[in-house]
């Protein structure tokens, strides 16, 4: 004979209260990452910032960012991937970090690989 399982009652205040909480992790995880991205692009020089801004974030056209900088929309193109460059190796540095032992002295910088 197979034993009847009775179904879970859930209040509509227990959905509330787990819907709340997920909707609030869900801005502080934005708001993190907002933080991440601000401190990464702060990296950069500002005209370099301010175009990946316009760029990625507000979705404004190259040929719209070039009027604004008064630049061709070739140079934006080129000012966006020395960002990118520039922003990939700030992440390899970061990632390299703990392999990487450098100490600097009288006699010059000498560079140990941690492995």
Do not use: W
Request: proline share 3%.
């Amino acid at each position: 004979m197979q034993k009847c399982i009775e179904p879970e009652i859930v209040s509509l205040q227990s959905l509330k209260a787990e819907s709340i909480y997920y909707d609030m992790n869900k801005v502080f995880e934005y708001h993190a990452l907002k933080r991440q991205v601000n401190k990464i692009l702060a990296r950069l020089t500002p005209r370099e910032e301010r175009i990946l801004r316009l760029r990625y974030f507000l979705n404004i056209p190259v040929k719209e960012i070039a009027e604004l900088f008064g630049l061709s929309s070739c140079r934006i193109y080129a000012i966006e991937q020395m960002a990118f460059r520039k922003l990939k190796h700030l992440i390899f540095v970061r990632q390299m970090k703990d392999f990487i032992k450098v100490n600097i002295t009288d006699d010059g910088i000498k560079v140990e690989f941690i492995l």
